[in-house]
């Protein structure tokens, strides 16, 4: 909630503020009528009304952050956002493919990370498990679009050698 009571020389009433989109919405209601403080049932209507907006911007504000993270799944070179394309080192020091990922999920509200391994899985069955674990945790429908988009931003068999024999340079 962010209606804030303001008590200064210049006002005395209930302040709504909110960021929705990167706009700052903000609105004033004032308990001051004919120069004298109000009280009672006139003030807590007052403070009904500015709870009631703000209960209005905060859908708002909902609204806005569920589509800001919708669109902010991909980068500029379109790769998955929280999904990377990686070769992980294991104990016994052979390097193995794996899609890493680490994202804020929406489920249990707090960051999450699993990595899968693309040669137990393969290339399609790695990156479907990792699409399904992401789409959990981001609570996307496996029927709204931006699944389908998720599965057809697999990366490419030729991306994967590339990615193996790179990594054999750097030993």
Do not use: C
């Not at 929705?20 to 919405?25: E, Q």
């Not at 990595?115 to 069955?125: D, E, K, M, P």
């Not at 029927?143 to 990594?167: F, S, V």
């Amino acid at each position: 909630m962010s209606v804030e009571l303001l008590d200064t020389t210049r006002f005395h009433g209930f302040r709504v503020r909110r960021q929705i989109a990167g706009k700052t919405y903000q609105e004033y209601f004032s308990l001051k009528e004919n120069g004298k403080r109000l009280r009672g049932a006139k003030r807590a209507a007052i403070k009904q009304v500015a709870e009631e907006r703000d209960a209005v911007l905060a859908k708002k504000q909902a609204k806005a952050k569920a589509e800001a993270a919708k669109t902010a799944i991909f980068d500029k070179d379109g790769k998955v956002r929280g999904i990377l394309f990686r070769m992980k080192t294991e104990k016994s020091g052979t390097r193995t493919p794996v899609f890493q990922i680490g994202i804020m999920s929406a489920k249990v509200g707090k960051i999450v990370n699993t990595t899968v391994s693309i040669n137990l899985h393969g290339l399609a069955g790695a990156w479907k498990k990792a699409v399904d674990f992401y789409i959990d945790h981001k609570k996307i429908s496996k029927r709204a679009n931006i699944y389908k988009q998720l599965i057809d931003a697999q990366p490419t068999k030729k991306q994967l050698e590339a990615m193996k024999r790179k990594r054999k340079k750097h030993q």
